[in-house]
C-alpha cells in the first residue's frame, strides 16, 4: 500500500509539474507557484475543518520547516521549467529530491546497503548528462534554450528533499492541519525569495490561473507522499515519490514535442537507475 501510495504522489507531483510548468511559459514564473501554493493551502485547509486530528507544537514546526522546502523547491522548478527544457528540470530535481532524504537517514544513524550507495554513484552522471545543453534547433524548429535549468533543477530537489524529509516527521494522528501550513508556508517562502531577487508574484495575468491546477496536484500528491510515509520506510517513500520527472518528462515529449537527445536519454537513464537503486536498498 505504501508504495502504491507513493506512485499516486508522483503521478500526481508530475502532473501538477507539467501544468506549472506550461504556464509558467505564459506568466510569470513566481505568479504561479505562489497561485499554486494559495490554491493549494485554501483546499486542504477546507477539507482540514472535516478531518480529526490534533497537531502538537513539533508537528507544526516540521510542516514550517517543510513549508519553506516546498516553497523554495517550487519557485526554483518553476522559474526553471519557464526558462530552460522540462526534460532537464525535471530529472534533475527528482535525483535531489531523492538524495536528500537518504542523506538525512544516514545522519539519523540509518545505514544503506550497497544498492543505495549504487544509486549515488549511478546519480552523479545522471546529472551532468542530463543537463547537457545540446546545440541545433527542437523539433518543432524552435532554437533550443539557452539555459539548461541544471541550478533551478538542483536547487528545486533541494527544497523537495527538505519538505520530503521534515514531513515524514509528523505524526499520524495529526491531521491536515501540518499540511495547510505546509502549503501556506510554502506560499510565503515564493513571496519572499520573489521580493529577494526583485520578480513579480503577483498572479495578475491570465495564465497564472493554471498555477491553481497544478497547487491542487501537489497537494494531492503531498497528502499522499504524508500517508505513504506512514505505510513505508522514509527512504522508500521518497524515491518511488520522486519518480514524478518522467511523468513530467513524458509529457513534454508528446505534448511540447520537446526532443531527448541520445546523451540526455541515457542521463534519464541513470536517474531512473539511480532512483531504482536507492529504493531496492
Do not use: K
Amino acid at each position: 500500500m505504501g508504495a502504491l501510495l507513493a506512485l499516486g504522489a508522483a503521478l500526481a507531483y508530475g502532473l501538477g509539474d507539467f501544468v506549472g510548468g506550461f504556464a509558467s511559459q505564459r506568466a510569470t514564473a513566481w505568479a504561479v507557484a505562489f497561485a499554486a501554493q494559495l490554491a493549494g493551502a485554501t483546499a486542504v485547509l477546507a477539507l482540514a475543518t472535516f478531518v480529526d486530528g490534533s497537531p502538537t507544537g513539533a508537528d507544526l514546526g516540521w510542516a514550517v520547516l517543510g513549508g519553506i522546502g516546498n516553497g523554495l523547491g517550487t519557485a526554483f522548478l518553476y522559474r526553471g521549467l519557464s526558462s530552460g527544457r522540462m526534460g532537464v528540470v525535471a530529472p534533475v530535481s527528482g535525483v535531489g529530491a531523492t538524495l536528500v532524504p537518504v542523506v538525512v537517514g544516514l545522519l539519523a544513524g540509518e545505514r544503506p546497503g550497497v544498492l543505495v550507495w549504487l544509486g549515488f554513484l549511478a546519480a552523479l552522471p545522471a546529472i551532468w548528462l542530463v543537463a547537457r545543453q545540446p546545440t541545433g534547433v527542437t523539433v518543432d524548429g524552435r532554437p533550443a534554450p539557452r539555459s539548461s535549468g541544471l541550478v533551478d533543477g538542483v536547487l528545486a530537489g533541494l527544497g523537495f528533499g527538505a519538505m520530503f524529509a521534515a514531513l515524514a516527521e509528523v505524526r499520524e494522528g495529526a491531521g491536515l492541519l501540518p499540511l495547510a501550513v505546509n502549503q501556506a508556508v510554502a506560499g510565503l517562502a515564493i513571496v519572499v525569495v520573489a521580493v529577494l531577487v526583485r520578480a513579480p508574484w503577483v498572479p495578475r495575468e491570465r495564465g497564472a490561473a493554471l498555477g491553481a491546477v497544478s497547487g491542487l496536484l501537489g497537494a494531492t500528491a503531498t497528502g499522499l507522499f504524508l500517508l505513504a510515509t506512514r505505510e513505508d520506510l522514509l527512504a522508500v517513500a521518497a524515491v518511488l515519490t520522486s519518480l514524478y520527472p518522467a511523468v513530467t518528462v513524458l509529457l513534454a515529449a508528446l505534448v511540447l514535442r520537446e526532443t531527448v537527445h541520445r546523451g540526455q536519454a541515457v542521463g534519464l537513464a541513470l536517474c531512473a537507475a539511480a532512483v531504482v537503486l536507492v529504493a531496492g536498498g
